[in-house]
């Protein structure tokens, strides 16, 4: 199929899942990549997402909708992510 040989299409299964693990480490889900393939923008956008949460931070007051950690359900592998997502309330702030 196409220009590309033994191409068969797209197969989300054979990907290794939407998150890293121990056996996945090779940069694949890492942001910006690593090593001689490292983004070049990186650091500029860490840095414009460093200004753009601390924005937010003056601007809102978050709470996470879950009282526990439990709840939240942390995993961690290569990467700390949650399993059952992180509900926020989020509100204007009043103070200034």
């Known amino acids: 199929e196409g220009d590309i040989p ?17 056996q996945a480490t090779d940069f694949a889900f890492i942001p910006f990549a690593g090593g001689e393939f490292r983004c070049v923008g ?13 924005m937010l ?3 809102y007051d978050f709470s996470a909708l879950q009282s526990s ?5 942390i ?6 992510h949650t399993q059952k997502g992180l ?3 989020v509100r204007a702030r009043t103070d200034g």
Request: negative net charge; without cysteine; proline residues 4%.
């Open 42 to 54: 990186d650091q500029f956008a860490m840095l414009e997402a460093t200004i753009v949460l601390a």
């Open 6 to 22: 033994g191409w068969r299409g797209y197969d989300p299964a054979r990907g290794s899942g939407l998150y890293p693990s121990e």
């Open 57 to 59: 931070l003056q601007r």
């Open 87 to 89: 509900m926020m309330r």
């Open 69 to 73: 950690l439990d709840e939240i359900g």
């Open 75 to 80: 995993d961690m592998a290569a990467t700390i």
